[in-house]
């Protein structure tokens, strides 16, 4: 007891020695624990997993190489022959798709021997084009994921698939009716399969329902599309078209769904060229800064209220019809800064008929919405910049769906409930009871990847088999469809999500891909067996985005709206988070260690306060707070984040979970406690600080750069002016030593910092591909993270409304680098092709060499990270990449690998090395496409071009390091009205 | 009571009785034994720590990127100095016939050998793989691998290695001609057996004393230059970097400035009690203190003038970095750590130039620890306030040292203290020979 009171007492304080908490977590402490308090030690998930991972070992151990103890749904035969083509040492790729948080990615899955190791984006899936974001990058690691489900549970007891078999079919008895009582759940449909399931379901039992519930929902998007053409509708941008684009807090470049694509078509029309150069003018108003308003020319942080307004007298401006109040009056609203935005906006929408876009995000009122849409309409953008259609599978609104539920629940009007793959125990409005309303359901079943919340409490619990398992389609934000196939067999005994609600309409042996194959009979043009094999091939099925949307608008009345945001009160405003979404993700360490984009946080959410908020309360990083809201309260650290509108307080949703599994649990607090049904997005608030404080995981503070540019950034009008304004005075000075590297390559990366947004998905993806391991939050704490390319992000400008940079930093493979000469060992060396190789078996961890790396990227083993116990996590490494051990430092190395296989390849067709043919990982992964990796030895390579842009700089060029790795500038593009703001 | 006269059989027992009284006579006294059992138990802290650093690693220190060194760099910079001063007096000293060194030579000697012992147990540890540190050495392999030598690291090894090498033969050569005394004195069979196979059959032969001679003249001629050039390595670990505030051409006779600083220090804080304790008052005089003290302050003095520099170049060079990192230091995070140095290393320091705080041991072994302890805030923050904030602010961090760094510093305090209470115990603390030589000579020198 004496340890685990220390222990909670170790955990409120300031953590200033931090030795403590480590000794608590060594094994005496737990022993301890085991003793004084037995059941607590049982309810211990590490232990708990520990010996229940013992029990099933034996079928892990060896599940990756496909013998495993689910049922194969086709025959396996091993291969007397190796087939032609196939070297165990190389890869193979398989085109597959992926829900990742709100969004569907077609990725191509590399395995190893039958391993999934990495996902790349597939280049001919729309939303993807070859590149990913961070999540997509993770679900790799999903996959392994120890914690997963590997049975199905009956009350938390072991239990077989063919008990569930008799369940289910005394369900099908039971409801063969008329369906009466029988109830299913599900997140949004977005699978063609799913919602033919659904609606052969609905025919089955007439009397039953199927609700869908997506704590992310886009309610108000559809409501607004509603609103002004009488039904739903879906919507597809085309940043590839748009010369002027407004985001009223439409996150599209990081949390909406298509973000991958809007980033890689966003980043083409902000690259400068043509003559004179051009580039596209993003405007965002939001409440709080997103990486949208990041990379934004214009961002004006504004209250929920304001946004609401400023849209209003925009509209009137560019002659939207209107029903209300004349268009002076609105205006009369803002004040003189706000009129002269306006002016320059509406002047700068008008200029850019046809190829403007406005657009409104998930949490701004469906009117918000409307008026986007009007106003595109009166832009004549829809058709060019913008498209709606109708979605082939049902929607309804999330919140009232689930609310419909939760009170027939109440009622007792539900026998039987199944959830299919959703958590609504953590995830549902706090007001809609779920919980409590879940016990008084007789039949529960719960489908999912993990034993979560929702499972705790069901009847049954099913293990669903990951994407990277099974088959299935999805259909992405443009509604083109493409195929989920199985890369690997089933690793536990999992049914995939197709077959198990199968079992609901009464088969009793499903096979997934038949399911799958059976909905496209008929449709799509696959019924060939040729057509269906290109499709799964190609990851899309041709032409099967539905076609837009014929316009037919009327002016209607607006409906009004209670705004929040009375004066005195803080508007509160919930948002998924960036890394762990709603909370799914939430025992994935790769996203839980990814810093957060903005803020840079690890392993923990905290509430948002603005630098004015935090002056008046007095409020510092890690302070506690308590958040009031419509009679709850929560208890919450805060994070002050520059930019965000005085009065608003954000929550991010997706911690404080409580069963997640080993990872991802204790973990920050649960946001959603104060969300409500009735306005799940935006809420009123009250804070007060409770004077405790805890310290976050960080791995960036927040510095405002005074002196010396490591980022170097101008205007678009400097750039007319002068294009190589950026340049330094001088370049590099001379030196005594002779350029090296006389090799026939010589390697270099250029980052255009014009084009990054900073989404950090290169951090991940290099996580994935380099086999780093995760360090966890105590470390992260102690600036022990060991990604090998991070996003750097600096503020410029005053904290209220700062303008936001981005700087992915990896190795700059320095010509003459200051690591090499400080090594006693020699283990770190040059190569003859330019690379700053480490040697980690000669290194002995003197870590000179990175007291002397002047940009920090070198990253030590300060304790063994690696597990090199876990068969899962060995299963899911990159053969190709050693894993080190403790006291090794290691870096970026450019993806040596990449580049032996490059040279292997060349050297056997007896050539040289193509451009491009070596693609770095964290070059495949960026969505906009920001980082050129190639030979600069050769002046045609991409590279090479790139470098030669007049907006080519080295970073701290002046300590003569000859750096590899170089920047282009970043160039912003202000309306010429509106320059002195930025 | 009548002195007795000023024979030279008087003059030579008045050195030899109280010194190897102490170590064959006196009981080991309440004190002794409080301090001894209390560096025990710092060792075993030390000892302690040692085994759960190899077991974990560096991890366990509050290391980070980008301040990776911490503590244990100080600690082994800190040590060495200290055992700088030792060598200066015995083998610098000798060198140009300053006998009234004699007195003090023996135990400054040891201190040398036991501080440097010390330190060379920092830059092993340190390494993340503490069990490769051989690999530092050039010796021929499979794989005719050879270490990097343009890397200050190596070279740090190698003077290190020779420093402590000769030290430690110098040390035990002086040693000979008293463990000859010792064990001619000693009357348990133990003892004999003991003292005689240290002393090598040491007979005091002419022949004995004219190669003793010529061997301490070839020592002391190689001591004093390993001393500049350990000490010239130790700052090129840190000057080679390009960080601001270590890449200086200052280095070197700043750290051996600081070195002599922190080690007369060491001395006289040893010196103050031991005289005291064990009554060599007659043997280490109120002139050898003054002497000390004098030669405290005038390296003190030089220390003083680096910091100036320090600044002054910081500015008149005009780089950028330079002139932020030196006002961080004097105004960032760590400024505590610089003027807790300015008050320890610079004010008090300017105490001694009153012959009467330099008269007063009380005072004196005070302004002593004080500069000892300021020399390792000096060591300290040379470190951290170059590391913690580099050249790009996005990889800023600080340094919060663990318990374990705490252990490791007050562990190696144990060690040392452990190492030196024993010598006191068990060899001659002073330099027998080269006092009664001394007194020898004084008698025949006329009046």
Redesign the interface.
Known sequence: MEFLRAKLAGKQGTQ?????E?LLEQPQALQCLREAVPQAARLDPVLDRRSFLGLLGASLAFGGLAACSGPPPEQIVPWIRRPEGLSPSQPRFYATTLRVGDDVIGVLAATHEGRPTKLDGNPAHPASLGSTDAMTQAAILELWDPDRSQAPLRHDAIASWDEFLGQAAATARQFAQDGRGLRVLSGRIDSPTLAAQRQEFLQRYPGARWHQYEPVDDDAAQQGTAFVFGKPLCTRHRFDQAQVIVSLEADFLATMPGHVRAARDFAVKRSPTGVPPTMNRLYVMEQTLSLTGANADHRWPMRAAQIAAFVEALAAQIGVPSTRPPAADIAGGLDSAQLRRLKALAQDLQDHRGTSLVLAGAAQPPTVHALAILMNEALTNVGRTVEYFESPEPRESSTDSLRTLAESMGSGMVDTLWILDANPVYTAPVDLLFEERLAKVRNTVHVGLFRDETAARCTWHLPRAHSLESWSDLRTYDGSVSLVQPVIAPLYDVRSLHEIVAFLLGSSRADGREIVRSTWRGQGGLDEEAAWQGALREGVIRNSAPAAFEIHTEPRALPTEQRPGAQGSLDLLFQPDPTVWDGRYANNGWLQELPKPVTQLTWTNAAWVGPALAARFQLHDGDIITVRSQGRSLEAPIWIVPGQAADTLVLPLGYGRRAAGHVGERLGFDAYGLRTSASPWQAVCSIAATGRHVELATT??H?V?Q??E?LRAGTLLQFRQNPAFMQAAEGAPASLYPERAGGEYRWGMSIDLNSCIGCSACTLACQAENNIPVVGAR?VQ???ELHWI?V???FRGSPEMPTVHH?P?PCMHCGHA?C???????ATVHDSEGLNVQVYN???????C???C???V???????YADTSSPTAKAQRNPDVSVR?????EKCTYCIQRIEEAHIVADRQMRRIADGEVVTACQAVCPAKAITFGDTADPATAVSRQKASPRNYR??EE?NTRPQTSYLGSLRNPHPALQDET | MSAPARTLAVELEAVTDPVTAIVLERASGRRWMLAFVASVVLTALLGSGIWVLLVRGVGIWGIEIPVAWGFAIADYVWWIGIGMAGTFISAALYLTRQSWRNSLNRYAEAMTVFAVSVSGLFPILHLGRPWFFYWLAPYPNRMALWPQWRSSLLWDFFAITAYLLVSIVYFYVGLLPDLATVRDRARSRGRQVFYGLLALGWRGEARHWQRFETLSMVLAALAVPLVFSVHSMVALDFSEGLLPGWHTTLFPPFFVAGALFSGFAVVLVLGIPLRRYYGLTDLITEAHLDKLARLLLAVGLIVDYSYLSEVFFAFYGGDRYEIAMTLNRLGGAYAWLFWSTIACNVVSIQLLWFPRVRANHAALFTISLTVVVGMWFERFMLIVTSLYRGFLPSSWGMFYPTLWDLGFLFGSIGLFCLLFLAFVRLLPAVSMFELRKSAAQALERPR
């Open positions: 200033f020695w931090r030795a403590l480590e960036q503070a510095h750069i002196t010396g490591p470390e102690r600036g022990r991070r750097d992000r600096y700087q930093v200051p090499e000469l400080v090594c006693p060992v020699g000669r290194c002995i961890g003197t870590r000179f990175s007291n002397n002047p940009y920090k070198r990253r030590f083993n300060f304790l063994q051990s403790r006291g090794v430092m970073m701290l300590l």
